[in-house]
């Protein structure tokens, strides 16, 4: 099956004093790629009707200076925003919550329990009529003036929307992708600041791993080395193996070669 992904990289050099004009400029793109997005729905294999538009740019604050100036404009678009439970519920009792998992699974707790009036208030439709365009922030505003859950509402909203904003992380994740709904075939991607891909799709794939964590490694190892230590003396031939531990010794001494690495390193500021 062969997917029809149509991607136009709209890269902003420009310095911070011209912010304004970046965002205008992105402006113009999109209106561009609206017109485009028809044609593009009219190829064979890429489905009925107009292809949805996709924008991603590497912070949320970026998107909003170009929602700001697309509502300067005339053209008025249905719009969607796509962010996390952490800055768009307005629930007390998950605003409360000191970590985004805690918000995460009180949030999920509430809906499925049927036990949030934000969630159960949410109207798309009727929020939308009134304003087409929104970034996070109106949506919070909107969310709490009708006691609608604005996290779910931007869901809602994606469904029929013509644009839909979204950071990078959300759209080159494939779970993340897969979790809110984002179908890119036959879409038009927009990727703002495009240099910077390279780098989140970096962070996507990276983790830290402390001094601490190669330590506790090291002490498993070691508990290992014992237990294989014991069978050896006991002639488990079947269960013990000269060839896994000497795997496991050089294991542990590859191991506290980067602990001690890791310890200069860090002593050495």
Excluded: W
């Excluded at 991607?7 to 561009?32: D, F, G, T």
């Excluded at 929307?161 to 950071?167: Q, T």
């Amino acid at each position: 099956m062969f997917v029809h992904l149509h991607i136009y990289v709209y890269v902003c050099a420009y310095c911070l004093c011209e912010c304004a004009y970046v965002c205008l400029h992105a402006v113009r793109v999109l209106r561009s790629c609206v017109h485009m997005s028809v044609r593009v729905a009219s190829t064979p294999g890429c489905g009925e009707g107009v292809s949805k538009i996709i924008y991603a740019s590497r912070t949320h604050s970026q998107l909003a200076q170009v929602i700001r100036e697309l509502k300067n404009t005339s053209y008025r678009p249905r719009v969607a925003i796509i962010g996390s439970r952490e800055q768009m519920c307005i629930h007390p009792e998950v605003q409360r919550k000191e970590t985004n998992t805690e918000k995460v699974h009180l949030c999920r707790a509430k809906v499925k329990a049927n036990s949030c009036i934000y969630y159960n208030n949410v109207d798309a439709k009727r929020l939308q009529s009134s304003e087409p365009i929104m970034d996070i922030e109106d949506l919070v505003v909107a969310g709490n003036r009708h006691r609608m859950c604005p996290y779910y509402l931007a869901r809602e909203l994606k469904q029929d929307a013509d644009i839909i904003f979204m950071p990078y992380n959300y759209l080159l994740d494939a779970k993340t992708r897969k979790m809110h709904g984002v179908d890119v075939r036959g879409a038009v991607v927009i990727l703002d600041e495009a240099h910077n891909i390279e780098k989140v799709c970096e962070e996507a794939t990276s983790f830290d791993l402390t001094s601490l964590d190669i330590a506790y490694c090291i002490a498993d190892v070691d508990y290992l080395l014992q237990m294989k230590k014991e069978e050896l003396v006991e002639g488990d031939g079947e269960s013990a193996s000269d060839d896994d531990f000497k795997a496991l010794l050089n294991l542990k001494g590859k191991m506290a070669t980067t602990l001690a690495v890791h310890i200069q390193y860090r002593n050495s500021f």
